[in-house]
């Protein structure tokens, strides 16, 4: 079965990376539990489906979108105790981005075979001059319409968050494309979003479990993208030959 299969064939720094990370994770948490004794388990869900998700993507695996449906649902919830509007409604149309993604991947996929592990990953490609014009007009003129309308609903962080949506949802339309240029996205996502919970914490004036697990999971976020763009090259080189 795919899911156990896409565990496999990960190198030893990949390994180190993404158990550090899923340990720094699982230490925040335990770390509020000892200091409130209470856990928030949609937290718990939210942060380790998130970086399934994210590890699955960057290694193209087809079981980032199962991750990435529970970490919408949850992470959706989160937003919205949290205010956050843009970010709900962001994860409602990732969550149709997961059927659409899966579609489009499971028609490009190539089997990488190794002494030890077969395994399969998808085909990779990149962006010519006028689709990276295209993008970025529609991502703009999708910014100022969306963070316009956050407004007038009186959402919190309107602009800010208006920016983080256009930026994800660009990103999320290059991943199930397959375009590797995707990567570029998530990395400002994630800078935007390390922002957006930091203000949080610093407009409510406390510092809690679900804000530093959220920080902590974006920033991990951030260091895989940097990675993702390497490997997703990779991935393309290896199908143009």
């Not at 149709?96 to 002494?115: D, K």
């Amino acid at each position: 079965m795919f899911l156990i299969k896409d565990f496999r064939g990960f190198t030893k720094y990949e390994k180190i990376f993404f158990g550090l990370f899923l340990l720094a994770q699982v230490a925040i948490l335990v770390y509020f539990f000892i200091k409130t004794k209470d856990i928030d388990w949609i937290n718990v869900i939210a942060s380790i489906s998130g970086i399934l998700c994210v590890i699955m993507s960057a290694k193209g695996r087809l079981s980032t979108f199962l991750y990435g449906l529970i970490q919408v649902i949850t992470y959706g919830w989160i937003s919205y105790q949290a205010n956050l509007m843009g970010e709900v409604y962001l994860q409602v149309v990732f969550g149709v981005f997961q059927f659409i993604g899966l579609y489009a991947w499971i028609r490009n996929m190539h089997t990488l075979s190794t002494p030890k592990v077969e395994v399969q990953e998808v085909d990779t490609k990149g962006l010519t001059a006028i689709q990276w014009l295209i993008t970025l007009l529609l991502g703009g003129a999708f910014y100022f319409a969306f963070a316009k309308y956050l407004e007038s609903i009186k959402s919190g962080q309107p602009f800010l968050d208006a920016l983080n949506v256009s930026l994800n949802l660009t990103g999320q339309v290059l991943m199930s494309l397959r375009f590797k240029e995707q990567w570029f996205f998530w990395i400002v996502v994630n800078i935007v979003s390390i922002t957006l919970w930091v203000r949080k914490m610093m407009h409510t004036g406390a510092i809690d479990a679900t804000g530093v697990t959220m920080v902590v999971m974006w920033i991990g976020f951030l260091i895989n993208s940097v990675y993702g763009y390497y490997y997703w090259k990779k991935l393309q080189i290896e199908t143009q030959q």
